[in-house]
């Protein structure tokens, strides 16, 4: 019954993801950005991994961590094409901001997740340099869509979307604590976001 919920809810996330990778490629059509095109393939490979990832060995139950976790994966699907304001820095943005991704979620494989939960620690790759960087490079492709599709409300969702992926980072540490391999990679990885800053 467990294995069931735990599929139907992949197949839930994967079919809501599905939908921006949908539209950034409708956009990328009707304008030629390849932005759009970039933010499309990021976003595939999650529907990818959701639809394969492994079960959880412990899940966090706070209902607070689930809130943070939803919010902070799905709120990025409210951005919306808007006036460009300088899609060369956009653009690049979110080309460094996809590669750091996929590299990252690629080395993650099948222990991704949305609220905190553990599986296989991974210590090696990109997460030598920080403990975050699937939310590091969230942050880049954020900021990088809202240069290339400036409004007021793109602004407001990705300065709300940063402050979640912040917390969303604090809450997952703090659930994988209880791990002392965790404990132990925190000590050996001092940078949770960027490296020698945070």
């Known amino acids: 019954m467990v294995i069931m919920r735990s599929l139907i809810g992949n197949i839930i996330i994967a079919a809501f993801l599905s939908v921006f990778v949908f539209v950034s490629v409708r956009q990328f059509y009707a304008t030629g950005d390849v932005g759009y095109i970039l933010v499309a393939v990021n976003e595939a490979v999650y529907v990818v991994l959701y639809l394969l990832r ?30 460009p304001y300088t899609i060369l820095i956009g653009d690049t943005l979110i080309v460094i901001g996809t590669v750091v991704n996929i590299v990252s979620v690629l080395y993650l494989n099948r222990s991704i997740g949305i609220v905190p939960a553990e599986r296989s620690i991974k210590t090696g790759g990109i997460y030598r340099y920080v403990r975050h960087p699937m939310y590091s490079s969230g942050i880049l492709i954020l900021f990088g869509y809202l240069l290339a599709n400036v409004s007021l409300a793109n602004a407001l969702i990705v300065l709300a979307n940063t402050a979640l992926l912040c917390i969303r980072a604090e809450r997952e540490e703090l659930f994988l604590s209880r791990n002392e391999l965790y404990r132990a990679y925190v000590a050996n990885t001092p940078w949770q976001l960027l490296p020698f800053v945070y």
């Open 54 to 83: 492994e079960h959880a060995v412990a899940t966090s139950t706070s209902k607070f961590d689930w809130a943070i976790a939803f919010s902070a994966t799905f709120l990025a699907t409210l951005l919306r094409p808007a006036n």
